[in-house]
């Protein structure tokens, strides 16, 4: 009886034996991305070539998609999917790209279990959705080609929008299942994944778990969302080069086949590269020609794209044309303004001080203090009662100016959206900041959660980004309407304003959340009190104990980006509004065109006055005294200052403010 008991222990199918077999398998917490090379000579090429190709891809892509939106003449079904398709390469570069950067950059080529299931969850899906927007383009352009008398009617909005829609639904749906399967998988004791990302292939050989369903599920999959819009795509162009050979002439032959030549050559590149990676077994799979492969349609595709859809055709290179008209006058001084830029950063970085010291005492941060102002029980009735006043007359004052705009006619023009989007953004800012500071004057109590510290830290940033860019679209909007009023309406289109307001917000929440996101890897000394009253970024830099070399680089390119590039853009407009003020001849006449600007040059120089005095100096001779009575003006009394700034001096916006009072007066009695 013993000995069966024995046997049945020592049975595979055994408790005893799957327990041990458990304990085999590693907990995986994070993978290690073993990327092209370990030598330090090859990190700064590799570095430079991933980072210029990424500025490409996404710089030209965005220029693609602000060309679509601004022009009229492209309002058609090929470039509503053409934009989505630049939409989808830069999310896709996004995706891979800026964790590549990271690792060659810092040498740390880990990345954590969530974070590999997170990218490879939205390169699956994005790759998919590109498979299936290819297929759909091969569509358009066979209905184009073949069926033109019915275009119009088959590749009406509605269908165009149904079919983008499905793509990106089915997409995500298929990828989901995928990496559902995969967070089943336990891992072996290796974790290192022969790949610059998580690709799909390299993960599964790492699996000690039973993959035969998936592989199953995989190639299933791929016969779905590969075959079939493949399949989409051979029949589209077996129809066009059908049509194609039946028309009698060279000439006509060469014009019906130049509408679909890029599209043609993109897909090419794309299937090319899919079946080269993923249409083998995975045993056959080789680490080098997937990497060299996947650089291809990770970064070389996107990246080709914008060049292969502008460069062979007409009506896009008039469109980025036109999009870049006002650009022309200012191209000199921006390439000036960013050569005196990086030589100032260069100078400036080996005085941020040691950048390698020896980590100690790190402790794990739940919450910091916040000093503030003063610490004297009788000062704090004092400064409750003075931010609160500040903060009530910022809200209320910037939410007349938006109703007021809102409600009246006469101020529905460009000037006046964007005056909307500044109040707005003001009324945001001063709600992510004094708040907090009131409690914690009420309270007495002034911690502040780590989550909470990084979460206001990003809106603070995103919020001072987004005003910082508003500020130079304001400026190119007065640039516009005194150097170049007749063309005003034409230039300052409501789909130009909108894709200006647009593009500023998002462009601020990306640059906030790639610092924020280097922020969080930060391990923090014993030391958590900020004297600060809020989670600013300087103060809080210094409390790390990490190596903070990378995050004040990229602070720095950034602050080069998102500074240097708007202000430039303030100060070109400013001078050729001076230039056009100073050849009218008359005084009133001076007088009415710079009454147009002043309030927002007003604003302008307190905001980039304080900045600059707060952040462009280097982080060792940072004051928390002068930081805090810097951060008080732009974050509590500039918000409050605008709306008196906008309206006082601006007789359309008084005669609206009357009007609405006059309003809500009238129905109160």
């Known amino acids: 009886m013993v000995d069966k008991e024995t046997s049945a222990d020592s049975s595979p199918w055994s408790p005893q034996h799957a327990y041990q077999e458990i304990r085999n398998h590693t907990s995986i917490s994070d993978f290690l991305l073993l990327g092209f090379s370990d030598h330090p000579d090859q990190q700064p090429l590799l570095f430079g070539l991933f980072l210029g190709m990424y500025l490409v891809t996404v710089l030209g892509n965005l220029l693609i998609i602000l060309a679509i939106v601004s022009d009229q003449h492209l309002h058609t079904p090929m470039y509503f999917f053409l934009a989505n398709l630049s939409l989808i390469d830069t999310c896709f570069s996004c995706t891979i790209v800026p964790k590549v950067l990271v690792n060659t950059l810092t040498q740390q080529h880990t990345i954590t279990y969530t974070g590999c299931l997170v990218q490879m969850y939205f390169f699956m899906a994005l790759t998919l959705l590109d498979d299936f927007l290819l297929a759909v383009m091969a569509y358009d352009r066979y209905v184009a080609i073949c069926l033109p ?11 165009c929008l149904l079919l983008v829609a499905s793509s990106w639904l089915c997409a995500h749906l298929l990828a989901f299942s995928l990496t559902l399967l995969m967070a089943q998988f336990s891992f072996c004791a290796s974790h290192s994944i022969p790949h610059f990302f998580c690709d799909l292939l390299p993960v599964i050989k790492l699996a000690c778990s039973d993959t035969q369903i998936f592989q199953v599920m995989m190639f299933a999959e791929a016969a779905l969302a590969g075959v079939v819009p493949l399949t989409c795509v051979l029949v589209s162009y077996g129809h066009i080069m059908h049509t194609i050979l039946r028309v009698p002439s060279d000439g006509g032959k060469h014009k019906v086949f130049s509408t679909c030549g890029s599209h043609l050559s993109v897909v090419t590149l794309f299937y090319g590269t899919l079946f080269l990676v993923y249409f083998q077994p995975s045993s056959s799979y080789s680490a080098d020609t997937g990497m060299v492969a996947s650089v291809i349609y990770t970064m070389v595709t996107p990246m080709l794209n914008p060049f292969i859809y502008s460069l062979r055709n007409r009506d896009m290179k008039g469109a980025l044309w036109r999009l870049s008209g006002w650009r022309r006058y200012s191209t000199l001084n921006v390439a000036i303004s960013h050569l005196d830029c990086t030589s100032w950063l260069i100078k400036k970085l080996p005085a941020l001080g040691p950048l390698n010291t020896p980590i100690r005492n790190h402790t794990s941060i739940s919450d910091f203090l916040l000093l503030g102002f003063s610490d004297h029980p009788d000062q704090q009735p004092l400064l409750f009662g003075l931010f609160l006043g500040m903060y009530l007359v910022t809200v209320l004052g910037n939410l007349l100016i938006i109703l007021a705009i809102v409600s009246d006619q006469h101020l529905h023009t460009p000037m006046y959206f964007f005056l909307a989007n500044l109040s707005l953004i003001d009324t945001c800012f001063s709600c ?3 708040p907090k500071v009131l409690v914690n004057t009420l309270t007495q109590q002034h911690t502040i959660t780590y989550t909470g510290c990084l979460v206001q830290m ?18 190119y909007d007065r640039y516009v309407a005194i150097c170049l009023p007749l063309h005003y309406t034409t230039i300052m289109c409501p789909q130009r304003c909108l894709l200006l307001v647009a593009s500023s917000w998002l462009c601020a929440h990306l640059l906030a959340f790639s610092l924020i996101l280097l922020m969080a890897q930060f391990s923090f000394c014993a030391s958590h009190s900020i004297p600060h009253f809020f989670c600013d970024l300087l103060p809080v830099l210094k409390l790390a104990c990490s190596d903070t070399q990378t995050f004040q680089v990229m602070m720095f390119a950034e602050a080069a980006l998102a500074g240097v590039v708007p202000l430039t853009c303030v100060l070109v407009s400013y001078g050729h509004i001076m230039h056009t003020i100073l050849r009218v001849s008359s005084a009133g006449g001076k007088h009415k065109l710079f009454s147009t600007c002043g309030s927002h040059l007003t604003v302008v120089t307190l905001f980039y006055g304080t900045v600059f005095l707060v952040y462009f100096q280097p982080s060792s001779s940072y004051s928390a005294g002068t930081g805090m009575m810097a951060s008080v003006v732009y974050t509590m009394v500039t918000p409050m200052l605008n709306p008196f700034i906008y309206s006082l001096r601006n007789r359309d916006m008084k005669g609206a403010l009357w009007r609405l009072l006059a309003c809500r007066k009238c129905c109160i009695l």
Do not use: K, S
Not at 149 to 155: R, V
Not at 458 to 475: E, P, R
């Open 149 to 159: 008398l019915h275009y119009t009617t088959i590749m009406c909005p509605q269908r």
């Open 458 to 475: 990003y809106f603070f940033m995103a919020l001072a980004l987004l005003d910082d860019f508003l500020l130079a679209v304001m400026a």
């Open 432 to 434: 992510t900041i004094v």
